[in-house]
């Protein structure tokens, strides 16, 4: 295996419980309350399927228009949120020793910019990192578009691929592109559901995972 | 069976992600950043455990004056958030229905007064209801305290109880009690781990828990 790709909000960033409050109070604002844990669920979907899923859910329709303006008062409210961009314990340390050995890596994100440079800035992840954005590559997560536009950006074969995310749609997602899938649970999923979509292995976080990495075969 | 026994947050009210973040920010202003995740497995506890299990995890003592303090914060924060007291989906009519069956029940929570106050008020929660707040009632929640008590304030047998909450605590207190546990989804845990906990049915929230109350030998 010779490279990574990651998920960015859950698994490099502390920012899903932001976003399950943004989509809450945006949907409550649109009169439309939706429990916080629904929410939470499909956090990691583009928005456009999460406001589908959350509709069928809820029994409630929304027009395309009346979708795109709730996602973006979402982002809005996100953005106002004090730690948009704080990295996870591990992640900025886990990027460093992949960049110091050489190890290609990638970002596949359902979000967008502007919304996810403050994440990217924390990060330090500069223009010489392939960050393939939602709606840029085809279709959003589950579907493995975004996975394609990394792996071949980053001219590598799918199988030489781990996709590393915190998500259930990361993992099925990258099972599609026939890529090895690592779950974290730091977007608060818990390990029996990314082991049942299809996570190869499971760690807490990226602390966990950089100390890991020797099982993965690198070192 | 003949009594329920509720927690209250992420059972009866949307309130464990407002709790999450009130944490977090007020551990932040306290030069500690704890990622979300990790306090939201710890909600359900008592302010005091969930202080010792997160020092326990990140590596980092907290005097017990410091321990106040946060707790005191975190409290201030929470009651600020505009959705403290919403009731989940289900919660209030789930309630009446026990009411009008002439089914009794109590609330067993880790929250104090006056921080639970707007959830007791949003549930229609009026003083002919038992309602046990945490260290009121010796040991908290893991321990079966606070389920004895309400107990025994219903002047029931513990094995006419039904235990509903959506932490895992809820349930190990509640095996530990011998009464009968029903996991709950609302609080964002997953299935899995309320089976392990103990829990012998799982419900998504207190909608379908309504809807489900014939698989309980009740109608």
Redesign the interface.
Known sequence: MSAFIFDLD?TLV?T???H??AW??AL?EAGV?V???RI?RRIGMSGGLLMRALSQEIGRNFTPGEGKAIDDRHSELFNKH??AG?P??GAIALLKKLKHAKIPFAIATSGTRPGIDPSLKALSIDSGVVVVEGKKAGHPKPEPDEFYECQSQLGVKCEECFVVGDAVWDLLAAGRAKMFGIGL??????A??LFKAGAFRVYS?TAELVDSLYQLGIE
Chains 1, 2 share one sequence.
């Open positions: 859950g502390d899903v419980y932001a399950v409050m809450q109070k409550d309350f429990d916080a844990w939470h004090e730690h704080k996870l314990r649970l730091s977007g608060g999923t818990a029996e559901e976080d």
